[in-house]
């Protein structure tokens, strides 16, 4: 059971460059959010779905995209990226009917993203 | 609106305890959780709360629950180095909304 994975890891772009956050999770969550994480800002939401199919905006959409293709995947994109994208982005899910307690999220390890 | 505040930063001497504050403002709160994030990593559940408890307790773990001043605290008990971490303070409203405090750093001392 592993859980939230995030790929990759690190990157470095330059601007103007896109590319693709990859999560999965292997949990059965219905819910799947992105997050990034910027010094003496908490976490920001970026987008989020609740159910296969389904995407919503969150608190700093723009400049992203997202697609829920499939449940246990949830897709971050940056079309075009700027140095104010440059942060920690963090992928969670939460929610499956089996819950005993509601809306508790499982984070992944994290994205480092550099935009120079 | 909504909204969850926490102080930035807290430090403690190792063995004494580290009470992390939290307050929020949405009332219809069900659930209010405390989360850990360790260097270079996501943030884990540490505990939660029902809205309907005062308090709980799991081993070194106390969490305090006052709903009229909708005030929420962590205490950690004989902090330890390895309680050095960022300490989120969360709430779930009754439409699922998850709101997230900015994070306490905890910095131990020797």
């Known amino acids: 059971n592993a859980g939230v994975t995030q790929t990759p890891k690190f990157r470095v772009l330059k601007t103007g460059q896109s590319m693709t956050l990859l999560c999965a999770q292997d949990?059965?969550?219905?819910?799947m959010y992105w997050y990034r994480q910027d010094p003496g800002m908490g976490l920001r939401l970026i987008h989020y779905s609740v159910g296969e199919g389904t995407t919503a905006k969150g608190e700093v959409p723009d400049g992203y995209n997202v697609s829920r293709l499939k449940k246990q995947n949830f897709l971050l994109g940056l079309e075009s990226a700027a140095p104010s994208q440059t942060s920690v982005y963090f992928c969670?899910?939460?929610?499956?009917?089996?819950?005993?307690?509601?809306?508790?999220?499982?984070f992944g390890a994290g994205t480092r993203l550099s935009v120079l | 609106g909504e909204d969850v505040e926490q102080s930035l930063f807290l430090s403690v001497r190792e063995g004494d305890s580290s009470v992390i504050n939290c307050t929020y403002t949405?009332?219809?709160?069900?659930?209010l959780y405390w989360y850990k994030q360790e260097p270079g990593a996501g943030l884990q559940l540490l505990t939660y709360i029902f809205s309907n408890m005062d308090m709980k307790q799991d081993q070194r773990l106390t969490v305090l629950l006052n709903k009229k001043d909708k005030h929420l605290s962590l205490r950690i008990a004989d902090t330890q180095t390895g309680d050095s971490a960022i300490y989120f303070c969360a709430e779930a409203n009754r439409d699922d909304k998850i709101i997230f405090g900015k994070g306490t750093r905890l910095h131990i001392l020797p």
């Open positions: 949990m059965n969550h219905e819910y």
């Open positions: 969670a899910s939460s929610y499956s009917v089996r819950d005993r307690v509601k809306n508790i999220q499982y």
């Open positions: 949405d009332s219809s709160s069900t659930y």
